[in-house]
């Protein structure tokens, strides 16, 4: 059965680094999205992308983050400078339409 | 600010017996409602979305959703230990059958199936 892949599946980073987290999507899925979950919180939406571009963006993703998909298997998170506070799981997710089907996460700790 | 509030739990519930978890949610531009499982560390899977009013079952799931009182719940019959996991309730804004929105997700709640 397809399957969202995401790597690494762990990541230290210091404060103050860049960090790119990687997706690849289910192959057909033509939507793609990253949602974080804080430890112990909800699971929040960042970011929607179709068509290369951005769809929708949520108040969390400001200027700091980025998405990019720089080929066509590919689907790319990079927080510029990372914060203490963007430590968290990083879930990318793809859909073909309105079912939304979860990778398992890039889990980021930022010291 | 569109919500999804769900009980918190835990829920603790005997084996073989039916655990009924509950949502409610504001924003009544709602179309889609999804249920999903997520063990502790893991990623949310998917267990069965609704748009409808009324039922809709698989398997031993059953989705219930009234979109007057703003209400999806989720019966879990003949509970098995491995269903013990947080379950998350999530909204979809866009048109029925449409793509690319996001998902509001609830809090989920914590269910513990007892043998």
């Known amino acids: 059965e397809p399957e969202v892949t995401q790597t690494p599946s762990h990541q230290v980073t210091q404060m103050g680094q860049e960090v790119i987290l990687r997706c690849v999507p289910i192959s057909n899925h033509l939507y793609f999205y990253w949602y974080r979950q804080i430890l112990g919180q909800k699971v929040e939406f960042l970011v929607s992308?179709?068509?290369?571009?951005?769809?929708?963006k949520s108040e969390i993703f400001d200027d700091q983050f980025s998405v990019e998909r720089p080929d066509g298997s590919n689907f790319t998170l990079k927080i510029r400078s990372t914060k203490l506070e963007d430590s968290a799981m990083y879930f990318c997710?793809?859909?073909?339409?309105?079912?939304?089907?979860f990778g398992p996460g890039t889990r980021l700790l930022v010291l | 600010q569109k919500e999804v509030e769900q009980n918190s739990g835990p829920l603790s519930v005997p084996e073989g017996a039916i655990a009924s978890l509950n949502c409610t949610y504001s924003?009544?531009?709602?179309?889609?409602f999804f249920w999903y499982r997520q063990y502790s560390g893991k990623s949310p899977e998917l267990i069965m979305f609704i748009y409808s009013n009324g039922d809709k079952e698989d398997g031993r799931f059953t989705a219930q959703l009234n979109k007057a009182s703003q209400y999806v719940s989720l019966l879990i019959r003949d509970s098995q230990p491995s269903d013990s996991a947080t379950y998350l309730c999530a909204a979809f804004s866009g048109e029925i059958k449409a793509a690319g929105n996001k998902l509001t997700f609830g809090g989920g709640t914590r269910v513990l199936v007892k043998p």
């Open positions: 992308f179709y068509n290369n571009e951005i769809s929708e």
């Open positions: 997710a793809s859909s073909g339409w309105e079912t939304q089907y």
């Open positions: 924003d009544r531009g709602s179309q889609s």
